[in-house]
C-alpha cells in the first residue's frame, strides 16, 4: 500500500567519486562567478508597485464618521474617537495586520493605502495615531548614506533576479 | 650593545619560540583563524548567492566583522551552569585546545640550510641527520608522523571530557557522535600516513618532503584518504556531525559562553590548520623549492590554500547523518586506504629509494 518509494542506489563507486567532484566543480563555479541577489536595503529600495498595502493615512475633510471600518477591523486597531463633536478613526499599529479591509470598505474613499511600509517607532505610545496624525502625510525613510536608489526587480534568464534602477 | 641585540635576535628566531609562537605558529594561527572564519562566512554566502559580512568596513567586503565579534565574544560573560565542577568546565576547553595545537610544535615548517639564512645558526642545534640540514621546527622528533598522529588522537578524548563536564544532554550526544567518528577517522589517517611512510621509508615528515616528490603524485590514493579522514577529524563539511547545530545546538560547547566558547570553536579550525600544514608537508612537496623563512612562507601558503578549501566545503555539502558518515568511512573510504597501502608498498619498492 504506502510503501516508501526507494530509489535506486548507485553502486560503482567510481560514479560516485564523479558526482563528488562535479558538486565541488559547482561549487567553484558559483565562488568565481558571483551571482549574488541580495536587495542592499538601506542604499536600494524596491519600487513598490500602485495599490501596495502599506501604512494607511486618513483624509479627514472627506470622512463622514460611519464607524465602518472600526466596526470591520479584524485586529481591533481602528478605534473611532470624537474630536470636536465629530467621530474620526484613529488607528494602532500595534495591531494592525494591513489587511486593508478598512480601506475597502469605506464609503467616501477616506482612507488610502500608502506605499510606505519601512516605518520605525521608538515607543509604543507612538504606534497609535489619533486623527491628526492619522490624517497627514508619511515621511520618506531618510536616507542611509547618500540617496536611495528606487530599483525594480526584472528577471534575467542567466542570472535570475537583477536590480534595474526605477524611473 | 651590538652583543644584547645579537643575543635578542638569537633568542627571537629560536626555531622552538620563532615557529611555535610566532610564524607560523600560535600568532600567525590566531590571525589564520579570524581570517577562515571571515572567509568561510564570505564564500557560502558568495555561492549561496548573498553577500556576507559586509557593513564592518566596507572596503575590505566586511573584514573586520570578525574582530568586532572576537571581541564581543571575549569580553562577555562566562557562565558557568549549576551542577558541574568549575574547575573541569573551564579546564576542559583549554585542554582541547592544547591538544589541537601541540602538533603544531612537532610539524617540521621548513628546512634551515647551512648558511645564508637568518635561521642558519641554529643549523646544528635542529639537525635532522635524515636530510643532511636543519628544521625550523618547535622541537625535533626523528619519528615526528607517530607523534602528530598520537597527539591528534588525544583530542577526541579531551572533547568527551568537555561534554562530560558540562553535564549537558546536547553535549552528550555530541560526544557520542565524536566518539563514533573518532574510531572510523583515526583509521583513516593512520592508514594513509602508514602507506606514506612505507613508500618513503621514513617516519620522518621532512625526509619525506626533502624527497622532491609530493606525495600526491607519489601515492595520490592516501592524499584523497587523508583528506577525507582530516576533514572529518576536525569537523568540517560534510562530516560536521559533532558540532551539527540543527540538531544538538552547538554539541560538546553547547553550555560554552565567552572567551571559553572561543576556546572551544577555535580547537576544531587549529586542528584543521596543523593537518593542513602534515597535508603540505607530505602530499604537496611543503617548503620547496625555498628553505629558511621563505620556505615557512610558501609552505604556510599551501597549509592556508588547504584550510580554505576544507572550509569551502561548507558551501557545496550538506550534513551526512552519522550513519551515512561511518558507512561511508568503513564502506569507501576504508578500501581505498588498503589501496593506498598496497600503492605505496608497490611504488616504494620500484621508485622511491
Same mark, same amino acid.
Given at each position: ?167 | ?48 548567492? *548573498?553577500?556576507?559580512? $559586509?557593513? +564592518? !568596513? ?7 566583522? =570578525?574582530? /568586532?565579534? @572576537? &571581541? ?104 557520542? *557522535?565524536?566518539?563514533? $567518528?573518532? +574510531? !572510523? ?7 594513509? =600516513?602508514? /602507506?606514506? @611512510? &612505507? ?155
Amino acid at each position: 500500500m504506502d510503501q516508501v518509494k526507494e530509489y535506486k542506489k548507485e553502486g560503482n563507486p567510481f560514479r560516485l567519486f564523479a558526482d563528488h567532484l562535479n558538486a565541488i566543480g559547482t561549487g567553484i563555479k558559483y565562488f568565481v562567478r558571483p551571482q549574488r541577489i541580495t536587495l542592499r536595503y538601506p542604499e536600494q529600495a524596491l519600487s513598490l508597485p500602485t495599490g501596495y498595502r502599506g501604512m494607511i493615512r486618513l483624509y479627514k475633510d472627506v470622512c463622514i464618521g460611519c464607524t465602518l471600518c472600526a466596526l470591520i477591523c479584524p485586529a481591533d486597531a481602528m478605534k473611532m474617537v470624537t474630536e470636536g463633536g465629530k467621530k474620526f478613526p484613529s488607528i494602532n499599529y500595534g495591531r494592525c495586520v494591513f489587511c486593508g479591509f478598512c480601506v475597502d470598505v469605506c464609503p467616501v474613499d477616506a482612507l488610502k493605502e500608502t506605499r510606505v511600509h519601512d516605518a520605525a517607532f521608538t515607543n509604543r505610545r507612538d504606534l497609535v495615531f489619533r486623527p491628526d496624525r492619522f490624517s497627514q502625510d508619511f515621511d520618506q525613510p531618510i536616507p542611509y548614506q547618500g540617496v536611495v536608489k528606487k530599483v525594480k526587480a526584472v528577471i534575467d534568464e542567466k542570472k535570475g533576479i537583477i536590480y534595474v534602477p526605477d524611473e | 650593545m651590538d652583543g644584547v641585540l645579537y643575543a635578542l635576535k638569537y633568542y627571537f628566531f629560536y626555531p622552538s619560540f620563532f615557529g611555535v609562537i610566532i610564524f607560523p605558529g600560535l600568532i600567525f594561527t590566531s590571525i589564520i583563524l579570524l581570517l577562515t572564519i571571515w572567509f568561510e562566512r564570505k564564500v557560502a554566502a558568495i555561492v549561496q548567492m *548573498r553577500v556576507g559580512p $559586509l557593513y +564592518v !568596513s566596507k572596503r575590505t567586503g566586511g573584514a573586520l566583522q =570578525l574582530v /568586532a565579534d @572576537a &571581541i564581543r565574544l571575549v569580553f562577555s560573560e562566562i557562565i558557568i551552569p549549576a551542577g558541574v565542577n568549575p574547575t573541569l568546565f573551564a579546564m576542559a576547553p583549554a585542554i582541547v585546545m592544547i591538544f589541537t595545537f601541540l602538533p603544531m610544535a612537532l610539524i617540521p615548517f621548513s628546512a634551515i640550510p647551512q648558511s645564508g639564512s637568518v635561521l642558519s645558526p641554529y643549523f646544528h642545534i635542529f639537525y635532522d641527520y635524515n636530510i643532511g640540514k636543519g628544521l625550523l621546527v618547535g622541537y625535533f622528533v626523528p619519528y615526528n608522523m607517530i607523534l602528530i598522529l598520537g597527539l591528534s588522537a588525544i583530542v577526541p578524548i579531551s572533547i568527551l571530557l568537555q561534554a562530560w563536564a558540562t553535564n549537558n544532554r546536547f553535549a552528550l550526544v555530541g560526544a557520542v *557522535r565524536e566518539a563514533l $567518528l573518532s +574510531v !572510523s577517522y583515526d583509521v583513516l589517517l593512520v592508514m594513509s =600516513l602508514a /602507506a606514506i @611512510a &612505507i613508500e618513503y621509508h621514513t617516519l620522518d615528515i621532512a625526509k619525506v618532503t626533502e624527497s622532491g616528490i609530493p606525495g600526491i603524485i607519489a601515492n595520490p590514493l592516501a592524499a584523497i584518504v587523508f583528506f577525507v579522514g582530516m576533514i572529518m577529524a576536525t569537523g568540517r563539511f560534510p562530516f560536521e556531525i559533532v558540532e551539527a547545530e540543527s540538531e544538538v545546538v552547538v554539541g560538546p560547547s553547547t553550555e560554552y559562553s565567552g572567551f571559553l566558547f572561543v576556546l572551544a570553536m577555535a580547537g576544531s579550525y587549529i586542528a584543521t590548520f596543523a593537518l593542513s600544514f602534515v597535508f603540505s608537508d607530505v602530499f604537496l612537496g611543503g617548503w620547496l623549492p625555498f628553505n629558511g623563512l621563505p620556505g615557512a612562507l610558501w609552505n604556510s601558503i599551501k597549509a592556508i590554500i588547504v584550510l580554505w578549501f576544507t572550509v569551502f566545503l561548507r558551501s557545496v555539502y550538506g550534513r551526512y547523518r552519522i550513519d551515512q558518515a561511518l558507512r561511508g568511512s568503513w564502506k569507501y573510504i576504508l578500501p581505498v586506504a588498503f589501496a593506498s597501502l598496497v600503492l605505496g608498498f608497490v611504488v616504494g619498492w620500484l621508485w622511491i629509494r
